[in-house]
């Protein structure tokens, strides 16, 4: 009788805890222990021009934060770093919808009755052009960041980035 009566209580704080609003809302306006709806924090800033369908940037900006921890830096380094991410983001964001493209390209050059090489090499061609623009963004923002941080921070930053291979490693 006691064993069915602990159940029945578990069974009932389950759906307690599962009913409330927040229970799974990550990146929804909820934010745990840092406030409620209404609250204005830095998890409440839309990085890097919003929220898109689908994209929880609120894991880049804990990313960011996490960083920054790390490192020591100032609100001056801090904004620098910021808006580094965000351009190296926004040139990422531009090659989404390359993959789309590509496997459209490809496809098209296969069901031909003889395989469509310009096809190929104007699709290689637009990947050649957007990563020449990938790789001026990420060479001027990396500038920017190494003549803002010192040495150590330097230093930290790389070790950093040596170490953590993908997202998954961060965790954060």
Same mark, same amino acid.
């Not at 934010?31 to 898109?52: F, L, S, T, V």
């Not at 001026?136 to 040596?162: I, M, N, S, Y």
């Given at each position: ?79 620098? +770093? #910021?808006? &580094?991410?965000? %351009?190296? @983001?926004?040139?990422? !964001?531009?090659? *989404? =919808? ?7 390209? +490809? #496809?098209? &050059?296969?069901? %031909?009755? @003889?395989?469509?090489? !310009?096809?190929? *090499? =104007? ?50």
């Amino acid at each position: 009788m006691f064993g069915f009566f602990f159940g029945a209580m578990c069974l009932a704080g389950m759906v307690f805890v599962l009913r409330r609003p927040y229970a799974f809302a990550h990146d929804r306006g909820w934010h745990g222990w840092h406030g409620g709806p209404g609250r204005r924090g830095w998890q409440d800033e839309q990085p890097w021009g919003g929220q898109g369908p689908g994209r929880g940037f609120g894991r880049a900006r804990r990313m960011l934060r996490f960083v920054y921890e790390r490192l020591g830096t100032s609100p001056a380094q801090e904004t620098v +770093l #910021a808006d &580094a991410a965000e %351009a190296v @983001a926004g040139s990422f !964001e531009s090659l *989404r =919808g390359e993959w789309q493209q590509s496997r459209g390209d +490809l #496809a098209r &050059a296969l069901r %031909a009755d @003889a395989f469509d090489v !310009e096809a190929m *090499r =104007g699709l290689f061609g637009r990947h050649d052009e957007r990563i020449k623009v990938l790789r001026e963004v990420l060479v001027t923002q990396g500038a920017r960041v190494h003549e803002v941080l010192d040495g150590r921070q330097r230093a930290a930053l790389a070790d950093f980035l040596e170490r953590a291979p993908g997202r998954g490693r961060w965790n954060v």
